[in-house]
T-cell receptor
Framework: GAGVSQTPSNKVTEKGKYVELRCDPISGHTALYWYRQSLGQGPEFLIYFQGTGAADDSGLPNDRFFAVRPEGSVSTLKIQRTERGDSAVYLC??????????????FGPGTRLTVL | TQLLEQSPQFLSIQEGENLTVYCNSSSVFSSLQWYRQEPGEGPVLLVTVVTGGEVKKLKRLTFQFGDARKDSSLHITAAQPGDTGLYLCAGEGGSYIPTFGRGTSLIVHP
């Protein structure tokens, strides 16, 4: 079956612009996570959804970052007034349930964001 | 903040050698996951360890969770070029949010 997909795979934008990154989770997965991975680092948690609601957004770095999941499936990560420091690979993961101890996270290939 | 330190950061070995990667923290975790990530792809789960002292084997890979649930190790026997990749450990703490280490980049030369 289809895995987690993310679009676009690459996004180049200019400083100050607005970008949207999309994640299509595996069908039926209720939990959805967004992470950011900078070069030479492990993934850093941003936000997690259980169904339609954001269960924990404590990892969002500031109010320029926002994410939605209106119908409990597709999610969009939105970044306003992009800065060069936002350049990274943005990963999305989904799982059947909400605790990773007992529910495998399946990751998408990521969107590589470059802010010039 | 719960931190996970991985060592070594880089490892370059010849095919057939054995290696061990370590994941350490001062915090207790409910579980630890090990992932492998290849360039341009997302991490893929290898194993989850939940019980202190637990040992799991996956073919040539052996995973151990420390008795105090603060550390873990990954041992690879007779490494092959196909084992090349970034190995990440991640822990689930009290907040249920996974915390990842920086990873160990492994290159196995034929």
């Amino acid at each position: 079956g289809a895995g987690v997909s993310q679009t676009p795979s690459n996004k180049v934008t200019e400083k100050g612009k607005y970008v949207e990154l999309r994640c299509d989770p595996i069908s039926g997965h209720t939990a959805l996570y967004w992470y950011r991975q900078s070069l030479g680092q492990g993934p850093e948690f941003l936000i997690y959804f259980q169904g339609t609601g954001a269960a924990d957004d404590s990892g969002l770095p500031n109010d320029r970052f926002f994410a939605v999941r209106p119908e409990g499936s597709v999610s969009t990560l939105k970044i306003q007034r992009t800065e060069r420091g936002d350049s990274a690979v943005y990963l999305c993961a989904s799982s059947v349930g909400w605790t990773v101890s007992y529910n495998e996270q399946f990751f998408g290939p990521g969107t590589r964001l470059t802010v010039l | 903040t719960q931190l996970l330190e991985q060592s070594p950061q880089f490892l370059s070995i010849q095919e057939g050698e054995n290696l061990t990667v370590y994941c350490n923290s001062s915090s207790v975790f409910s579980s630890l996951q090990w992932y492998r990530q290849e360039p341009g792809e997302g991490p893929v789960l290898l194993v989850t360890v939940v019980t202190g002292g637990e040992v799991k084997k996956l073919k040539r890979l052996t995973f151990q969770f420390g008795d105090a649930r603060k550390d873990s190790s990954l041992h690879i026997t007779a490494a092959q070029p196909g084992d090349t990749g970034l190995y990440l450990c991640a822990g689930e703490g009290g907040s249920y949010i996974p915390t990842f280490g920086r990873g160990t980049s492994l290159i196995v030369h034929p």
